[in-house]
């Protein structure tokens, strides 16, 4: 990543040296016919990389079928979409803002201290309380080489400097993360499975890696998809028993509330009182809030979800294995198919995209001859096969 300049680094400008434009000196910079002082962004800001979140259309294509944002295709519980409607009879009234009856349920269903839960907007909103409240100018961020690309923005809008840890055949390496490490870097972040590349690592290499930190460094652990993988507690355990670590979630997968923006954290309790000092009072929705919290108490209906993706999940790696378009095991509601080089992901993308079918290009994620396609119903995983077959045989012919 490029390094941004400090906060505390004078911004150039055009300006410099001239008056601010406050309200006793606007006349005499205005009569004196100076140019106002120009308004610019904090350092580094202007040099964050905006990001793309999925395609939803096609140019004249009417019906699209969207794997392009690892959304559940089963859409939320049912109970999730009556509660939804229930809150939206008084939208007149603001939120909870202590989240207490979604951190009971989140708290119930997991077995954890409902004190030590935090909500945010999306984890998103989450990953940014962390780099705003830990890190700024003259500190770094470290994340492994193919991770999620809200960790850099977020840490640039911080001020803070984003840095990279190589990969082992796009699994995190722990040992190159620990050698990442120096005494600015304030924040590890490890998603667990990764998003794009859907692999993750055991949770030993995380609590050395969690044990190998200095004292004044957390490790994050992003739990956005670890509902989908057997026999894992995201991070829980790790988190409880030390005061390094956080792991984060999402309602946004697995329980298919995307739209309405609802992710928590599970932390040790000076991290959650931290944390709660960056919040705005009222940063979730009264119907995210209810819908969240029923859809984390249907847990049959969780287990259905994860049932059906990890059938179709690997039927469509297997088709798509045998067709010559391998893929790393994935843990999560996604595979990363790898193409022979760059022109024909491109080419694979364009293809797909003529019959409706958008899936994800993952050039900015330093994949740039994988595509990244969500696992959509039985009907969206055939249809990619069938193309898929198509475009093997044009391409090869
Ligand atoms: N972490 C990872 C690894 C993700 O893939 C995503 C969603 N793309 C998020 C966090 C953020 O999810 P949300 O803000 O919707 O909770």
């Not at 106002?36 to 202007?46: C, D, L, N, R, V």
């Not at 409902?114 to 961020?141: H, K, M, N, Q």
């Not at 803070?160 to 304030?186: F, K, M, W, Y």
């Not at 932390?267 to 979730?284: E, K, Q």
């Amino acid at each position: 990543m490029q390094e941004v300049a400090g906060r505390g680094v004078p911004r150039a400008n055009a300006n410099a040296g001239k008056p601010f434009c406050k309200a006793l000196e606007v006349a005499r910079t205005c009569e004196q016919g100076d140019e106002p002082m120009a308004i610019t962004p904090q350092p580094g800001i202007s040099d964050i990389a905006l990001y793309q979140g999925g395609d939803a259309h096609v140019d004249g294509v009417n019906r699209v079928i969207k794997l392009s944002s690892n959304e559940n295709p089963l859409g939320p519980s049912p109970l999730a979409r009556a509660a939804y409607l229930e809150a939206a009879g008084s939208m007149e009234v603001y939120p909870s803002s202590d989240h207490a009856g979604l951190r009971a349920a989140i708290a119930e269903v997991h077995g954890l201290d409902a004190d030590r839960i935090i909500c945010g907007a999306g984890s998103d909103e989450i990953i940014s309380f962390l780099c705003t409240a830990y890190a700024g100018p003259g500190d770094e961020v470290l994340y492994s080489e193919h991770g999620f690309l809200m960790y850099p923005i977020s840490a640039q809008v911080a001020g803070a400097t984003p840095v990279t840890a190589r990969e082992t055949s796009r699994h995190a390496n722990v040992d190159a993360l620990i050698a990442g490490v120096n005494p600015d870097t304030r924040l590890v972040f490890v998603a667990n499975p990764n998003n794009p590349t859907g692999t993750m690592i055991p949770v030993d290499d995380l609590a050395r890696l969690a044990e190998a930190l200095p004292d004044e460094c957390l490790l994050v652990i992003d739990g956005a998809y670890a509902e989908y993988v057997d026999d894992y507690d995201g991070g829980a355990a790790l988190v409880a028993a030390r005061d390094n670590v956080v792991m984060t979630r999402t309602f946004s997968k697995i329980f298919g509330l995307g739209g309405l923006r609802v992710g928590w954290a599970y932390a040790p309790g000076h991290v959650i009182d931290t944390m709660n000092r960056v919040r705005g009072p009222f940063n979730v929705s009264a119907p995210g809030l209810a819908a969240a919290e029923a859809a984390m108490r249907d847990q049959d209906y969780v287990a259905s979800c994860k049932a059906a993706n990890a059938r179709w999940r690997d039927w469509l790696a297997a088709e798509l294995d045998g067709l010559g378009l391998p893929s790393d095991r994935s843990l999560a509601n996604f595979i990363l198919v790898q193409f022979p080089d760059e022109d024909a992901a491109k080419a694979a993308d364009d293809w797909l995209r003529k019959f409706g079918l958008i899936v994800r290009r993952v050039a900015g994620y330093g994949l740039p001859h994988c595509l990244r396609i969500t696992v959509g119903d039985e009907d969206a995983c055939r249809s990619i096969v069938k193309f898929m077959s198509e475009f093997q045989k044009g391409a090869r012919a």
